[in-house]
């Protein structure tokens, strides 16, 4: 599975609309469906049971405590017992530690002071600190409304500094009709301010608000706070601590309205912050047990149900599951005793029921008793679409979506009535491995609470996602009955009696309603009846065992069609590990075998016992019609019979349509809403494409079709092979689909008109299937060779050959500088039976040396297996200064400026074994190519070396091969710092591509194209110039100035300085020595001893004599000779030693000005010499004179004299113009934000310098940031 996403198909707001004339009652039926799984029915038998004493858990997008309908029970018990983010995503780190002082005061990481409420019990004085971006904790349709609010108080400053720019600048030219050159001076200033200021507004990017967190132990719990208000007084702010102890919540503000819960793990040293990451998860919980006692219509379907809240939706990766809330959330549900579990997503998968995750998601059920409900998704309509793990997972109920009339009628509006049918999106079975996949179905759609920041109380929506809790809902109020009742039940029993009870819709197939329509009535009169008689904790697995244990028997391909199958199937009565041998082996049981289609022939009774048995079946396919086939083998305890099947063995045929021509079909369909046609191809051999073409028959208005075709590959993500189109058409109106195919597979066309789209609609059919075969499916190309054959067959009629190859995504390979592997954290990462949990942090270096598009992928993950071996997956990406550029997942991009980074992947898994094959894991960065680059395609090798010539377009008919030959890329035209490893990806089409007439002409997507580069010819040796000889004496002094090097960068100077004094003591004016020194005092500390800084530098530029300097570059020099050579050798050094002083000197008398940092720790004491602040001013302009006789002051390495000589002469636009060039060419030299802010300080643009700081907390951490 590649990621595990949310499974809702439509949102939209519930406006409930005003009557008009005669007034009419709404509806209270049709809002949130409760009738159509007999709820209401049930309820009425059984007014307790409305959910009370069952706590289902809610695996989602997290739960907002504050949304309508989620406070309490009817019965005053709090809805919601605990809020857990399984995904990590809001963890913070806290592990920092800061002491009050005797003012209640400590410093939080964003620099602010933060009062301590006296009120506050903290025995030890000792506050844990952390800091977090808002908008990283903030979901993203929040974060987009929040910046466009911001947006306007923003734009309103601006357009009022604006104003008064352009004010003064209007002023001037009254002022100055005829402006001297001194004034056209002022006047560029003015127009430049203006200038930087529209460029500042364009390029706004709201950084959000930035909160300091506080964590402290009082005596008895550990508690914490968030300074939401970002003023420093935290008596304002609501105190919490973990949320199940005392289920308190707060909001972060009044204007976005997002509540947060707060839990602290590792003994204060992580803060976890509760938010959701998006209205989805909210919405669930509602159906499942909302509770409104002024409108009782609007209740979920168990309103007397408490719900614990597992945001398995990861904020970082916009709400998909990575696995990680998965593992924590089944820790959270056995920690709090939960009886159901709700799990609204769902994912691809290329092996079913199998991986770490389903042996927890059994363990779960079947050890702990657990109720596992789940989506079976929302890709269908095409046949084996269940998503996992709800389509997949044995253990799970997996719920397809249906739509009653009523609710059609009111949350969805219709003209006109329909009847009950199954939505057109809602996943079908069955699995790869022939297993239904879908248990269930209900209603999916309804209009239910969502979170508060959502600004509305409730929404529409539609998918599994909403038929999964409606069913969740149920099976809580008949859990809740049980409790009472006291009958006994197990999740198997529960599972058995929804599906033996359920009604089977009028229109629907069991592919995507499974055994039928959930009876919640029904249900429990079963269970009540049943369970005296049965074993509880019995359950059976059936495999086929002669077809790799497969649960199902799934004939699809047409070696499976051509003569009848037969199969041996195994059941296997399975018992918790804790029952006892005795009642094992004293388990036997008389079976009788049903099966109602002529086409499969089987036993009819069959004896049982523990340990399992074989019974042989024969499935006869070969005089079935085209179509598709279901029928089950049922097993029925003979003694038992009217309980109903004891197990199940699923058996799906599909059988294909033959083709009159060789590769052509066409049939007219006849269409009305909710239906669909089925046909099944065996793909011809040779064949690479195939065109659809759909034109729609007479008809009024539109009708809205669905076209999906599927074919399934072993171990493959089942989305691999497949083209799904949503097409609305008008009358007559022809549309062309082309989509590739896989040769002698079977091929499934799907064509459904859409459940909503009213009326009848004729579509005729056309498929045509192409060929330009490639004997080899992906091109390998090794630029050491000059050139790559590539052989073509037509098979399917006359073709026409028109090569194109191309190569677009550059991947670089690069290795792993560091692994981590860790255990994980006892306290919420810790399995049951004392299971450790562990995880994997890989750390890798690259550069980016232009900015650009980068997409990180784990070369591991290039196989979908991967993704359901590891949980996390997850990269962060940080400059160097730790500022976190992004995160995400393989195959996710980031846009980086040019400059150095450093890459972290994580990884998770409960076996340290599996992790650590990783810990030498390379990582692919995948950057795009633009242009694309073009391979010469030449008729022969021959074309190729002379490089003129090329391939005409060639006719291929059947059974034909034409070869022709790939020429290298120049490598000119490959970017310049490509690795030893790294190679170019990219496309090659056979096909002429078709622009005028219906279909592609080509494979849409081409085949695969992978050049390696050759290696880089080899650099001649430099010639090297003989040393001159040194004395022992010589050599000893360069060794002692060598170290002398490594001091200066040491904290202490003391070492620094006595060898620094014994080197001149021998030679006073060895400018080696003295710039050493020089550097040394010019560290970051430079402030407490800036004249030290300038006495330094004075020395220097004493000993160098410039005019000698200034002749000798005054004059053009071609050295010729060795003498010459050095000579010039010596005066470059002089020069370079001089202005390297100069700069220093002027940086460090210009310094002595600089206002505090309003951001620094412990903002520096300054020297100032002299102590006149005109003869600093005087000081300063004559030493960048000096250095402007050298440098260009505006070059990159001197820029920043240059931009504080302009700041001087009050030239602050000119100055911040220079500034942002820098900002371009070194994005992550921190002094330039710094400059930049006191800049717009200066200017009094105080909005813009709150928005240059705000930012300045993000750009550098101490710390890489928690998975």
């Not at 009419?24 to 949130?32: A, D, E, M, R, S």
């Not at 049930?42 to 049971?49: D, I």
């Not at 003064?168 to 560029?188: G, M, N, T």
């Not at 909710?674 to 051999?685: A, D, I, S, Y």
Request: glycine share 8%; with cysteine; charged share 30%.
């Amino acid at each position: 599975m590649i990621l595990r996403s949310l499974l809702t198909i439509v949102l939209c707001l519930f406006v409930v609309p005003v009557a008009l004339g005669e007034e009419v009652p709404f509806p209270k039926y049709g809002l949130l469906p409760k009738a159509e799984i007999g709820a209401i029915r049930f309820l009425e038998q059984h007014p307790e049971a409305d959910g009370r004493g069952v706590v289902v858990a809610v695996f989602d997008t997290g739960v907002d405590p504050g949304a309508v309908g989620l406070q309490t029970t009817p019965d005053g018990r709090p809805k919601i017992i605990d809020m857990v983010d399984a995904s990590g995503s809001g963890d913070i780190d806290t592990s920092t530690v800061r002491k009050m002082d005797d003012e209640h005061v400590i410093e939080g990481l964003t620099g602010r002071k933060l009062t301590i409420p006296k009120k506050w019990k903290c025995p030890s004085g000792e506050f844990h600190v952390g800091m977090k971006r808002g908008y990283d904790l903030f979901p993203g349709g929040l974060v987009s409304r929040l910046k466009k609010e911001r947006k306007k108080d923003w734009d309103e400053e601006f357009r009022a500094v604006q104003a008064k720019l352009s004010d003064q600048i209007e002023a001037f030219h009254i002022a100055h009709p005829k402006p001297s050159e001194v004034e056209k001076e002022e006047l560029k200033e003015l127009t430049t301010r203006r200038t930087e200021l529209d460029k500042a507004h364009d390029n706004w990017d709201d950084p959000g608000p930035i909160y300091d967190c506080v964590v402290f132990y009082d005596g008895k719990a550990w508690r914490a706070a968030i300074d939401a208000d970002e003023d420093g007084q935290l008596d304002d702010e609501k105190l919490l601590t973990n949320f199940r102890a005392e289920r308190q919540y707060a909001t972060f503000d009044d204007e976005g309205l997002l509540n947060y819960a707060l839990n602290i793990y590792d003994s204060g040293n992580l803060l976890s912050v509760v938010t959701d990451c998006g209205t989805h998860g909210t919405h669930v919980a509602g159906i499942i047990a909302a509770y409104h006692p002024d409108h009782p219509e609007q209740n979920g379907i168990a309103p007397g149900a408490q719900i614990v809240a597992v945001k398995i939706g990861d904020t970082r990766v916009g709400s998909n599951s990575l696995g990680t809330g998965e593992t924590r959330g089944m820790i959270a549900a056995i920690e709090n005793n939960v009886d159901l579990i709700n799990m609204s997503y769902g994912g691809a998968t290329p092996i079913p029921n199998f991986g770490p995750m389903t042996e927890l998601q059994n363990e779960l059920v079947y050890k702990h008793g657990v109720i596992f409900v789940a989506s079976a998704g929302n890709d269908g309509p095409a046949l084996t679409t269940v998503t996992a793990p709800g389509g997949t997972t044995s253990s799970i109920i997996g719920v397809g979506a249906y739509v009653s009339p009523e609710l059609a009628e009111v949350s969805y509006s219709l003209r006109d009535r329909v009847e009950e049918i199954p939505y057109t999106w809602s996943s079908r079975g069955p699995t790869s491995d022939g297993d239904l996949g879908v248990d269930i179905c209900a209603p999916g759609g309804a209009i239910a609470p969502v979170s508060q920041w959502a600004l509305t109380p409730k929404q529409l929506m539609n998918g599994t996602s909403m038929s999964s809790p409606n069913a969740c809902g149920g099976l809580a109020l008949m859990v809740s009955a049980l409790k009472q009742a006291k009958i006994t039940y197990s999740p198997t029993l529960v599972k058995r009696a929804i599906q033996n009870s359920a009604r089977a819709l009028q229109e629907g197939s069991p592919f995507v309603m499974g055994q039928g329509l959930l009876q919640v009535d029904a249900a429990y009169d079963w269970l009540a009846e049943q369970s005296p008689q049965i074993d509880a904790r019995l359950r059976y697995e059936v495999k086929i065992t002669t077809h790799e244990d497969a649960r199902g028997l799934y004939l699809r391909e047409a070696v499976d069609l051509a003569m009848p199958t037969q199969a041996k199937v195994e059941v296997l009565p399975l018992f918790p590990e804790e029952v006892a041998s005795a009642d094992k082996s004293s388990f036997d049981m008389k079976i009788r075998l049903e099966c109602d289609a002529p086409w499969i022939k089987t036993p009819q009774v069959f004896f049982l016992a523990y340990g399992g048995r074989e019974f042989e079946i024969e499935v006869d396919p070969t005089s079935l019609e085209p179509g598709v086939y279901y029928s089950e083998i049922c097993g029925y305890d003979a003694d038992n019979a009217a309980a109903g099947p004891l197990f199940r063995v699923p058996i799906t045929v599909t059988q294909t349509v033959p083709m009159k021509s060789k590769h052509v079909w066409r049939e007219t369909m006849k269409l009305t809403a909710g239906q669909l046609e089925r046909r099944f191809f065996n793909v011809p051999v040779g064949a690479t494409w195939a065109d659809l073409k759909l034109s729609a028959g007479e008809f009024a208005g539109s009708r809205l079709m669905v076209a999906h075709t599927k074919q399934l590959l072993p171990q493959e993500d089942s989305r691999d092979q497949e083209e799904q189109r949503y097409l609305r058409f008008v009358e007559g109106e022809v549309k062309n689909i082309s989509f590739a195919v896989v040769a002698g597979r079977t091929m499934e066309l799907c064509l459904a008109q859409y459940w909503n789209s009213l009326g009848d609609a004729d579509v005729e059919c056309q498929l045509t299937f192409h060929s330009l075969d490639p004997t080899d499916q992906t091109i390998v190309f090794d630029g050491v060779d000059y050139a790559k054959r590539v052989e073509v067959i037509g098979a399917l009629g006359l073709e026409h050959l028109d090569p194109k190859a191309e190569l677009s995504t550059w991947r670089r390979v690069v290795e792993a500088k560091k692994s981590e592997l860790t255990p994980l954290s006892a306290e919420r990462d810790l399995l049951p039976k004392q299971r450790r949990n562990f995880g994997l942090t890989l750390t890798y270096e690259f550069n980016m040396a232009e900015a650009g598009e980068v997409n990180p992928r784990p070369s591991v993950m290039s196989d979908d297996y991967a993704f359901e071996i590891w949980s996390g997956r997850l990269w962060t990406i940080y400059d160097k200064n730790k500022r976190q550029m992004g995160t995400g997942v393989s195959g996710r991009s980031i846009e980086l400026p040019k400059g150095d980074y450093t890459l972290q992947l994580y990884f998770r898994h409960f076996d340290r074994e599996i992790l650590a094959k990783l810990e030498a894991m390379p990582i692919f960065l995948d950057q795009e190519l633009s242009p694309k680059l073009t391979l010469p395609v030449r008729r022969s090798f021959d074309q190729v070396i002379r490089g003129a010539g090329k391939l005409a377009t060639q006719k291929i008919a059947d059974g034909e091969m034409e070869a022709f030959y790939l020429g290298r890329p120049s490598a000119s035209s490959l970017p310049k710092t490509v690795g030893a490893r790294d190679r170019f990806l990219g496309k090659i089409y056979y096909g002429k591509e078709q622009k005028d007439v219906a279909g592609s002409g080509r494979r849409p997507g081409g085949f695969e194209l992978v050049y390696f580069p050759a290696p880089p010819e080899p650099k001649e040796a430099a010639t090297t110039e003989k040393a001159k000889e040194q004395t022992l004496a010589e050599k000893q002094f360069d060794l002692r100035v060598t170290e002398l090097a490594r001091l200066a960068k040491e904290k202490d100077p003391a070492e620094f300085n006595d060898l620094a004094d014994a080197l001149l003591a021998e030679e006073p004016e060895n400018l080696q020595v003295l710039q050493a020194r020089l550097h040394q005092l010019d560290r970051d500390d430079r402030k407490t001893h800036l004249p030290e800084v300038v006495d330094a530098a004075d020395e220097i530029i004493r000993l160098i004599p410039q005019n000698k300097l200034a002749r000798y570059f005054g004059r053009k020099h071609d050295p010729k000779t060795e003498e010459e050579k050095e000579r010039e050798k010596e005066m470059t050094r002089r020069r370079d030693l001089l202005t390297d002083a100069l700069y220093r000197k002027c940086r460090a008398v210009a310094y002595m000005d600089l206002p505090v940092d309003p951001l620094a720790d412990n903002p520096e004491a300054i020297k100032k010499r002299p102590a006149d602040a005109e003869k600093r001013a005087e000081l300063f302009e004559k030493s960048y004179q000096q250095l402007a006789q050298w440098v260009d002051t505006t070059d990159v390495k001197y820029a920043l004299v240059h931009d504080r000589r302009l700041r001087r002469l009050d030239r602050q636009g000119e100055a911040l113009e220079l500034l942002n060039k820098l900002i371009k060419q070194e994005p992550t030299k921190l002094v330039l934000y710094k400059k930049r802010a006191d800049i717009y300080g200066e200017l009094d643009w105080a909005f813009l310098q709150k928005y240059e700081n705000q930012w300045r907390l993000l750009r550098q951490n101490d710390a890489y940031a928690p998975f």
